[in-house]
């Protein structure tokens, strides 16, 4: 497997340098928007011109397509952070690199079959859907550099060209480090991807592909020891490093892999200036491995009794292999119609035994799984209607999915949309087994069903006045994991408490609603105020789905061009807040964000001012996050136990090169 990387590499570039450059002096009349594009791409080569930027495309996983964005708005400043995407309903933790906490319900299940587990260590982890690939005119990079905490910095970059208008590649880095206020904190990450895709002058085969590396390693401190040096707002422990934290010898890492190839071929083909029409077969083929570590030099009794006094290493395994035929139909009567066939085979597994006195926890689950399913497409008149279905007919761990979706332009500025969600599976692996070196984190649950989640939302969008959603989800055998803290008697301390994890299943059902609304008014010309209000309640018998019940995030800004509209400045303040409601805490042994009740935390501001900037291809961004801390009380908390950033300066850009 060493090699496989080499020999995907290789394969790619010499197709592209070696068919499709043979190729592009052929003339092609069957594929109009081919022809054209291989018209530009010799064209440029003649009077070196400009090209206009909506010739840089960006193809997403669903083949949706965009182009590169230089222009600077606000809504390039909420996407301006270590996700690089709007973050609204997540609360960071204190260092760049960290988890998050929710401040948004889910309304969706992530992955038709069980994902390995570990998911707070997966916001800034790509799954297939996250890699997007190129076709561009020019050799084309984008670089995005911004500070962080302390001693380090975040920096992606993204090269990728045509070396004809039928072969692309690109390759892309991004690493983060940070060291962080608070005593071992550090986080390191790094995100690899190298993507391909081709198309024959005839536009008959088409294919794309991807290999993803990624790892995310966080030292881990278990929180405060003394939470009292961070809220008495003691000169003595403004510098956060003087603050007790639980432990310094704990780290967690999350390493992945993945090769994916899509391709298909058309059995026949015709074309409008619209689309491609025709009957094709299709392949897909994903392969992915993962390891997920907890390290610590000596046992914590924070955790429980363990196996061993020192050089705990706990280590999970996961690899996957999916493998797609599908059949596609496309007309103008019927529409666009797929017809799919999945085979999916899992192991997740350890390295050993653990026999306890009442059960042996066994090492490994693995098995093979079988779903078929559909999918259709279709405008009809002024509405625009899609579905898919697929249903797990071999195997006990995938379920059913539903997804279905109908838009309507009322006219140039109002769509409505309305959609529906129904999935179910079983829960991630590691609700079902996982082993450790802590004795109460050794489990085996076999009597876990599947897990269902429904949701039916609908919203309106109007470029002038914004966007209103409205969501009603019901979940059913909802599977979660419940903090057990042992906090002692009335003489002990916080540094006597235990946490203990208990993975459950919730029997009955759950209902929520969420309700979102966003806009951006622009007013005297230059100014304007962006908002974004998202209400929320729960139907439950116990506290398990914990969000807040309002949040708010609003923008006043001002923008001008300036020098002669050599510079275009951006100048403005961010509000943000959240009501109390009983935030979730972390587990740095399993990864996970765990359900607690007996503490409320928000209720506090969180404010930013910024200026930011665009001279040509560039944007600079300049942010004083969370300077309210000046004049507020030191009780901002994004977890139990684990305080929220203070004021910091950040500086960062964005530049892109089209050579």
């Known amino acids: 497997m060493k090699y496989f990387n080499f020999i995907w590499i290789f394969l790619s570039f010499g197709l592209g340098f070696g068919y499709a450059q043979t190729e592009i002096d052929r003339e092609v009349a069957t594929d109009t928007s081919l022809a054209t594009s291989e018209r530009k791409f010799n064209k440029k080569k ?23 964005d230089t222009t600077l708005t606000i809504f390039k400043e909420y996407k301006y952070n270590y996700l690089r995407k709007d973050n609204f309903e997540l609360l960071p933790f204190a260092n760049v690199g960290q988890t998050y906490n929710l401040l948004g319900a889910e309304t969706k299940l992530k992955g038709f079959y069980p994902r390995m587990g570990e998911e707070a260590k997966y916001n800034n982890y790509l799954e297939v859907e996250d890699v ?23 920096l992606d970059a993204l090269i990728t060209l045509n070396t004809s208008p039928q072969f692309n590649f690109s390759l892309a880095y991004k690493g983060t480090r940070s060291l962080g206020k608070y005593q071992h904190i550090l986080s390191s990450s790094g995100n690899f991807r190298f993507t391909t895709n081709y198309q024959t002058k005839n536009g008959k085969y088409q294919m794309r592909g991807h290999y993803t590396s990624q790892d995310i390693l966080n030292e881990e401190n278990g929180g405060l020891a003394v939470p009292d040096q961070f809220t008495s707002g003691d000169d003595e422990f403004k510098d956060r490093s003087r603050i007790d934290v639980r432990f310094e010898d704990a ?90 066939v999945n085979f999916y085979r899992y192991n997740y597994y350890f390295n050993s035994l653990v026999v306890q006195e009442d059960q042996t926890i066994e090492n490994q689950l693995r098995d093979n799984e079988i779903s078929l399913g559909g999918k259709w497409k279709k405008r009809i008149g002024g509405f625009l209607v899609a579905a898919d279905f697929t249903q797990n007919i071999v195997g006990e761990m995938g379920g059913t999915l539903l997804n279905a979706e109908m838009g309507y332009d009322v006219n140039d500025d109002i769509n409505v949309k309305a959609n529906l969600h129904a999935s179910s599976r079983m829960p991630n692996f590691n609700f079902l087994l996982y082993q450790s070196d802590y004795r109460s984190y050794n489990w085996q649950n076999d009597d876990f069903e599947k897990q269902s989640i429904s949701t039916l939302e609908g919203s309106v969008a109007s470029k002038k006045w914004g966007e209103l959603s409205v969501s009603y989800t019901i979940r059913d055998k909802y599977a979660y994991f419940q903090e057990d803290l042992d906090t002692g008697d009335s003489t002990s301390t916080i540094a006597d408490d235990v946490q203990r994890v208990l993975p459950n299943q919730f029997s009955g059902s759950i209902n929520s609603i969420k309700v979102k609304f966003s806009n951006d008014l622009h007013f005297l010309r230059r100014w304007g105020l962006a908002n974004t209000i998202m209400y929320q309640n729960v139907n439950q018998s116990e506290n398990i789905i914990n969000v807040p019940q309002f949040t708010t995030r609003n923008t006043l800004y001002y923008s001008n061009h300036l020098f002669k509209k ?87 850009v964005v530049w892109n090169f089209f050579t």
Do not use: C, W
Request: proline share 4%.
């Open 132 to 154: 997007d690939y190129y076709r561009v005119p020019t050799p084309t990079t984008e670089l995005f550099y911004k500070t962080v905490m302390e001693q380090g910095q975040i």
């Open 251 to 340: 780290e967690n890492f999350l390493l992945g892999k993945r090769y994916f190839l899509d391709h298909r071929y058309y059995l026949f083909k015709e074309q409008d200036s619209l689309r491609n029409y025709g009957l094709s077969i299709g392949h897909q083929l994903m392969y992915e491995t993962k390891t997920y570590e907890f390290r610590q030099d000596n046992a914590n009794t924070y955790f429980g009794e363990a196996y061993q006094s020192s050089d705990l290493e706990d280590r999970s395994r996961f690899k996957a292999l999916n493998n797609q035929l599908n059949l596609n139909y496309d007309n103008k009567i019927i529409g666009e119609a797929s017809f799919l």
């Open 46 to 68: 003649e009077d070196k011109k400009d090209f206009p930027i909506e010739d840089y495309k960006i193809i997403s996983y669903a083949r949706d397509t965009t182009h590169f």
């Open 566 to 652: 050599a510079l275009y400045l951006q100048v403005g303040l961010t509000a943000k807040y959240f009501t109390e409601y009983y935030m979730n805490s972390y587990s740095p042994v399993l990864g996970e964000l765990l359900i607690q009740d007996r503490e409320e935390i928000g209720g506090f501001p969180m404010m930013d001012f910024f200026i930011n900037a665009k001279v040509r291809r560039t944007r600079i961004y300049l942010k004083a996050e969370q300077f309210n801390t000046f004049f507020t009380e030191p009780d901002y908390f994004t977890a139990p136990n684990y305080p929220y950033r203070d004021f910091i300066v950040r500086f960062g």
